[in-house]
């Protein structure tokens, strides 16, 4: 009596990650009943795409080794999504299709799709595609060593800006949502708020650090860094006034330290743009620009594009703080205009919220607000952590 194939195993040295992303629940509940028992697969099911595809940030394909996508959902759509995708490099791009159209088929194989199913799937085709997916994933990084962090910087235009208030809320935001290690770094000297914004009471604080960089390791971080209730960490700015001076190689040695050691680094940067020459403002850096809608606030954020930032594109985040829906002294034409470009985020003029915070200490992400929400936005962007919608995951309408 002969038996039936066996069906390739995934290899078991680690789980595959595979993003299932299928508006049609019909077909995306055939695929993902076809796949979610095979050994050494997580699947993470989404029902819609991104609204768009700036939306879909390159971090993507860092979390998901895999990513199936329903080619009948929005055809050209999907095409471009598939396209932008196989750009990367960095995760297996399969699809599929209640329609056997060799012409569709090869399209997207050209697009860069390595495999292509059809509507019944064939049990012994997915696995095999699957094993295949496993063992083109990068290899892990070896034990001892790892991955730099990723460093998001929150840079003012001028002071009062609200930078602190909105570093800090994103990083406990980016704490929460993406579930990995995350440090928030209070470099507004001479006296930063940052622990004061989350309700903290630190014993030390990033003046040791700077000011004996030879010392900075792993061991005398972890004496430095205190623990917020969200699970973030942060390295607080000195209570009293300290004569530190942040000098270019302290900041360096101490963001590798912590890139070193945490998956997010976020920095409060206050306004220091003496910095500049430092690792903070690196080509890798996500710097968020935060300015207001006033003549002083966009002309000094203006020039400090033009100086310092205007080769970087996604890279620099222009957020707008106490954003008004009404009576604003400026269109959006003129704000594009003074900004030499839109605006990535509009954070809502909300004068209850922020009061609440200052008065209670509490993170304003952790109440429900537009301003939570829209900072929430920003850091599940930042992650490339897609969110649930209607008891099944689906892209978040990130930008406005």
């Given at each position: 009596m002969s038996q039936s194939p066996r069906s390739p195993s995934i290899p078991d040295e680690a789980t595959l990650n595979v993003a299932l992303l299928g508006p049609d629940e019909q077909r995306r509940k055939v695929v993902a009943g076809a796949i979610a028992k095979r050994p050494g697969l997580k699947v993470h099911e989404f029902s819609s795409f991104p609204p768009r595809l700036e939306d879909l940030p390159q971090m993507l394909a860092q979390t998901y080794e895999a990513v199936i996508i329903d080619v009948d959902s929005e055809p050209d759509y999907a095409a471009a999504l598939a396209e932008s995708l196989c750009a990367s490099g960095r995760t297996y791009v399969m699809a599929y299709s209640a329609s056997a159209d060799m012409k569709r088929a090869v399209h997207f194989m050209r697009l860069g799709v390595r495999e292509f199913f059809t509507l019944p799937l064939d049990p012994n085709e997915v696995s095999a595609a699957l094993v295949r997916a496993s063992t083109r994933r990068p290899a892990p990084t070896p034990q001892g060593e790892k991955k730099n962090g990723r460093l998001f910087v929150f840079l003012g235009s001028k002071g009062g800006c609200g930078v602190t208030t909105?570093?800090?809320?994103?990083?406990?935001?980016?704490?929460?949502?993406?579930?990995?290690?995350?440090?928030?770094?209070?470099?507004?000297?001479?006296?930063?708020?940052?622990?004061?914004?989350?309700?903290?009471?630190?014993?030390?604080?990033?003046?040791?650090?700077?000011?004996?960089?030879?010392?900075?390791?792993?061991?005398?971080?972890?004496?430095?860094?205190?623990?917020?209730?969200?699970?973030?960490?942060?390295?607080?700015?000195?209570?009293?006034?300290?004569?530190?001076?942040?000098?270019?190689?302290?900041?360096?040695?101490?963001?590798?330290?912590?890139?070193?050691?945490?998956?997010?680094?976020?920095?409060?940067?206050?306004?220091?743009?003496?910095?500049?020459?430092?690792?903070?403002?690196?080509?890798?850096?996500?710097?968020?620009?935060?300015?207001?809608?006033?003549?002083?606030?966009?002309?000094?954020?203006?020039?400090?594009?033009?100086?310092?930032?205007?080769?970087?594109?996604?890279?620099?985040?222009?957020?707008?703080?106490?954003?008004?829906?009404?009576?604003?002294?400026?269109?959006?034409?003129?704000?594009?205009?003074?900004?030499?470009?839109?605006?990535?985020?509009?954070?809502?003029?909300?004068?209850?919220?922020a009061r609440r915070t200052r008065e209670t200490a509490t993170p304003m992400v952790m109440v429900d607000s537009p301003i939570s929400q829209t900072i929430r936005e920003m850091a599940k962007t930042a992650a490339g952590v897609l969110t649930e919608k209607n008891g099944k995951r689906s892209f978040f309408s990130f930008l406005r």
């Open positions: 909105l570093a800090s809320n994103f990083a406990v935001a980016l704490a929460q949502e993406s579930d990995r290690s995350t440090l928030l770094m209070d470099l507004g000297q001479p006296l930063g708020d940052v622990a004061i914004n989350l309700g903290l009471t630190a014993q030390y604080s990033i003046a040791t650090a700077l000011e004996n960089p030879n010392r900075v390791d792993g061991n005398l971080l972890s004496t430095l860094v205190a623990k917020h209730s969200s699970g973030l960490s942060v390295l607080p700015a000195p209570t009293e006034l300290y004569d530190v001076q942040a000098t270019k190689e302290a900041v360096d040695k101490l963001l590798k330290v912590t890139r070193d050691i945490y998956d997010f680094v976020v920095v409060d940067a206050g306004s220091r743009i003496d910095l500049i020459d430092s690792d903070l403002f690196e080509e890798s850096a996500v710097v968020y620009l935060v300015t207001q809608v006033g003549i002083s606030e966009m002309r000094t954020a203006n020039r400090m594009i033009i100086k310092y930032f205007a080769r970087r594109d996604e890279s620099l985040q222009i957020v707008i703080n106490r954003d008004k829906t009404s009576g604003a002294l400026f269109d959006e034409a003129q704000i594009a205009k003074a900004l030499t470009r839109h605006a990535n985020w509009k954070i809502p003029d909300d004068y209850a919220a």
